[in-house]
Structure formats: structure tokens, C-alpha cells
């Protein structure tokens, strides 16, 4: 282990643990030879067939012509001695850029030749896991965002894709699932961005009148998630019967259902921000049910279930809003990855310490030629919109075929898909059991006040973390209000806005 691989292993630690425990338990292939000097005076690395990463003239200009003109996101495949990562950071006073290097055990032997510390502490850098890892796709989709980086930009050292010959089609594979996540989370951000924003905080109000508590529940039972899906009908006769052997997660839209059928359940979950899950919560329902609400549902919803007098559970999910909510004071963790209300619900039930996790009603399809069961909000709705010439069935049919189906015939029927349904389907399926249990430590009264004290200081001095909190916010700000103007004055309207909805706290 050479005193250079010790500076940069010690300067890793400091930002990517993973990375650097990794590359401490793998053996160096010595693809990085060594290293020689540039006329310019500084040390380039060479591989071990002596060609050099970068020029022996003058490494500086080459890398200033091989950059773009304007500033964007660079992806840099070969990190060498980081000249044209300097010239980067140096050209562009703003811009963000990501490395990465082959494999690990190249990885290694760079490390061992070159001191990159300088690279290494630069937080406008992100160093990502090789692409033999397989992660590359995912952590380029957290960390490049185009609203704020701009164009999206792969620079190559072209010594080093010569070297690494399936490189470029590695790169492209993952740079095109990274694009594929990033559109889809850009089109959720442009539709509820101001929705999420406006919800949180006045959640958080409530958030700051009780104390919760960690619900004190037998988890030797066998926690039953409820979706809304055409199955539901038949489990909750089931359940019925033998209800003393579950514990309940009802999900927002199968909570009606349980209501109208005499099947209480003992916890809601909700983490729709839309006002329309309001409706779900239009019903007479005992006050012993625990609702958990993300930071980001709906406050109509909750305010439905204070007035009740039922006890509440605000959680942090992923919404960087959220999470920075979280980091202030801690809020107990959702996931809510999956995207659906089931996914969420199973976390809840995982994090309660349940080892023992069924679902009825869960179908993520259109069953029997039914999108929900009976006693649904969007059932209840149907039904009051028929007609002589419309009937349920013509309801069900426009909601069912309003994107390209796919038709399978079973024996209790024709059930139809999408791809939309098969991806939930997909998602909460490869649900595993949470490794962070809730702990009594999570619960507590929220400090709002103080809270946004702190937001609105960090704000005023454009704190970076206060500003990807807002993300979401600030993407549909630009796509729906502001679509020509530059970002730093979409920054300043979007500070206006949050500051003037919380300042009376002043």
C-alpha cells in the first residue's frame, strides 16, 4: 500500500465510505503503470502498454479543447491525473460533473500512482462506484439534475477508452437508464413539485401540536396489507372471520371499503399528495386507528382524521424536502420508493417489526373487467355518473382503456394490464423487509417554528441544502411558470414565494 493510495483513500473516507472500503479490500491489476512527467511539469499516469493518459506537452490545453463551450454536466469516463477535471471546475465556477473509473481493481492502481485529492474534496464532484459495479445508472440519476446542471455531457480520455474497449457501451447502457429515471421523476416533479411544497409545510403544523408515540402492537400477528384492487371483495370476508390473527394496514383507497364492510382496520397509510384523497376519509370511522401520513399527503386528509381524535404519525419519505425536514429534527423513515400507497404500507408494517406480511387486494391490474372494488372512492363516483346509455361498465371501460392494455385470460376471467400497472406491480415485489425499525427515540412533537427559522436562514444565503430541498419546487417553477428564465432568477421567485408563505413566523 503506497503513501499515495493512503492520502487518497484517507480523503474518500471523508465522502464515499463504500468506495473506500471497497477499494481497500481489492488487489491493484497494475493497468496504471506509473507515471511520468509533462513538459508542463505535472505527473501523468500511463498504462502498462506506456501510453499516457494525458499529452506529455501540455495536458492543459488539451483538456480545454476537448471540454464543451458552455457550462453543463460532465460525466468524465477516466479520471487519469484530473487535469480535465481541474480545467473543468476552474472553466465553469458552477457546474457539477461525476467520474468514474472501469473497475475496481484499475480503480486501485490509479490510486496508488496518483495523488487526487484535490479532486476527491471538491463537493462539485461525484465520484461514482466503477461500471462493472452496475450502479452507475442510479447514482447518476442522483446527482445529475438537469433544472439546475443544464445538458447532460460524456467526456472521454480517449487513451483510456482505447484501453477499455467495451467502456463506451457500458457508458451508453447506463447514461440511457439513468435518462430513462431521471424523465420519469422530472414528470412527477413538473406535476406535483408546488403540491408537494405547499403540503409539507403546512403538515408540519400539525406535526408540531402532539407527540406521537410508537404504536404499542402484538407483531407476532400477521400484518394484512389492503389494497383498493377488485380482490379486496372477497379477502375481507376472510379477514372478517378470523380478524383477531391480523393486524391492519389499511392503504388510503381500500379504507372506505373497510369502513362500509364493518372491518376496522388499525392503521391508515396515505402518501397521495392530490386533494382527491380527501374523499377517502368521507366516513364514519372509530378513533382507534393510527393514520401515518407522509410529510407530502394531503392535509385535508389529515386534518379529518385530528378532528376525529385518532392518533397521528407524520414520516419522512424520499422527497428531499422531507429528508431535509428529517435531518432537523427526525421524523420516523417511509419508503415510498415503489411509488404506491401498498409499497409505503408494507414498509410500515416491516419497520413495526412484523415478520409475517400478507396483502389482499393488491392486484395491480384490472380484474373481472374491474379497476376497483366496491366501496371505493373512484367506485362510489361511477356509480353516480350512470346512465342509461352509460352504464358502470362503460365508466370502468373508459378508465381501464385509456392506455394500451394487455389481456390475460385466467380462470376466474380476463384480467388487463398496462405498463404503468406491471411496473407498481414490479416494484412492490421486490419490497424486502426494512433494516430500520422504528425506535421510540423517532417520535416526537416537531419543532416548526424553530425549523423554519433555520430554513428561512439558509435560504437567504442560497444554502445548497436548502435549495435541493426545494428541487421539486424549483422544477416546476421553471416548467410551469418561468420556462425562459435563467435559473438563478428562478431561484430568487421561488425564495420569494416559500419565505412569503412562511414568514409569519418571524
Not at 190 to 203: C, E, P, T
Not at 329 to 353: C, I, K, N, R
Request: hydrophobic share 40%; proline share 5%.
Amino acid at each position: 500500500m503506497t503513501n499515495v493510495f493512503k492520502k487518497n483513500i484517507r480523503a474518500l473516507r471523508m465522502r464515499y465510505q463504500d468506495i473506500a472500503l471497497t477499494l481497500e479490500r481489492t488487489h491493484s491489476n497494475g493497468i496504471y503503470a506509473g507515471t511520468l512527467t509533462a513538459h508542463t511539469g505535472e505527473n501523468i499516469p500511463f498504462f502498462r502498454n506506456n501510453r499516457t493518459l494525458h499529452s506529455r506537452y501540455n495536458p492543459w490545453i488539451e483538456a480545454e479543447r476537448t471540454l464543451p463551450a458552455q457550462p453543463c454536466f460532465i460525466l468524465f469516463c477516466g479520471i487519469g491525473a484530473g487535469i480535465h477535471i481541474s480545467v473543468f471546475l476552474e472553466k465553469f465556477r458552477h457546474a457539477c460533473c461525476a467520474v468514474c473509473e472501469f473497475d475496481y481493481a484499475s480503480f486501485r492502481a490509479l490510486l496508488e500512482q496518483v495523488d487526487l485529492t484535490h479532486i476527491i474534496v471538491q463537493e462539485r464532484v461525484h465520484f461514482l462506484h466503477p461500471l462493472t459495479h452496475g450502479s452507475a445508472s442510479q447514482e447518476i440519476a442522483q446527482c445529475y439534475m438537469p433544472i439546475i446542471h443544464g445538458n447532460f455531457f460524456v467526456h472521454y480520455l480517449q487513451p483510456w477508452k482505447a484501453f477499455f474497449p467495451t467502456s463506451e457501451q457500458k457508458i451508453a447502457e447506463l447514461t440511457s437508464q439513468a435518462m430513462k429515471i431521471i424523465r420519469a421523476d422530472f414528470s412527477v416533479q413538473v406535476h406535483f413539485g408546488k403540491l408537494w411544497m405547499r403540503n409539507a409545510l403546512l403538515n408540519l403544523r400539525y406535526a408540531q401540536i402532539f407527540t406521537p408515540k410508537l404504536p404499542n402492537i402484538n407483531t407476532q400477528t400477521e400484518a394484512i396489507i389492503l389494497g383498493a384492487g377488485p380482490s379486496l371483495e372477497k379477502g375481507i370476508e376472510k379477514i372478517r372471520s378470523h380478524r383477531d390473527v391480523y393486524t391492519i394496514f389499511a392503504c388510503d383507497t381500500a379504507f372506505p371499503v373497510c369502513c362500509t364492510g364493518g372491518l376496522m382496520p388499525d392503521f391508515f397509510i396515505s402518501i397521495d399528495p392530490q386533494y382527491i384523497s380527501y374523499a377517502h376519509t368521507m366516513c364514519s370511522f372509530p378513533s382507534q386507528v393510527t393514520a401515518i401520513f407522509d410529510i407530502c399527503a394531503c392535509p385535508c386528509a389529515v386534518r379529518s382524521f385530528y378532528l376525529n381524535g385518532n392518533s397521528l404519525i407524520f414520516t419522512g419519505g424520499g422527497h428531499p424536502f422531507s429528508v431535509y425536514a428529517s435531518r432537523f429534527s427526525s421524523l420516523p423513515f417511509l419508503e415510498t420508493s415503489s411509488g404506491t400507497v401498498a409499497g409505503a404500507a408494507y414498509s410500515v408494517a416491516s419497520f413495526l417489526g412484523f415478520t409475517r406480511i400478507t396483502s389482499v387486494g393488491t392486484d395491480f391490474s384490472y380484474t373481472n373487467g374491474k379497476p376497483y372494488a366496491r366501496g371505493t372512492y373512484l367506485s362510489k363516483q361511477f356509480e353516480q355518473k350512470i346512465l342509461r346509455i352509460s352504464p358502470l361498465e362503460t365508466q370502468f371501460c373508459n378508465l381501464m382503456f385509456r392506455t394500451p392494455t394487455r389481456q390475460d385470460n385466467t380462470q376466474g376471467g380476463i384480467t388487463y394490464s398496462n405498463e404503468i400497472l406491471d411496473q407498481y406491480k414490479r416494484n412492490f415485489d421486490q419490497i424486502t423487509p426494512g433494516a430500520r425499525p422504528w425506535h421510540a427515540a423517532d417520535f416526537r412533537a416537531f419543532p416548526y417554528k424553530q425549523f423554519i427559522n433555520f430554513f428561512h436562514a439558509q435560504l437567504r444565503s442560497k444554502h445548497a441544502a436548502a435549495l435541493l430541498a426545494m428541487l421539486p419546487f424549483i422544477t416546476w417553477y421553471k416548467t410551469k411558470r418561468t420556462p425562459q428564465a435563467p435559473i438563478f432568477r428562478i431561484l430568487e421567485l421561488v425564495l420569494e414565494d416559500v419565505l412569503r408563505y412562511t414568514r409569519y413566523n418571524e
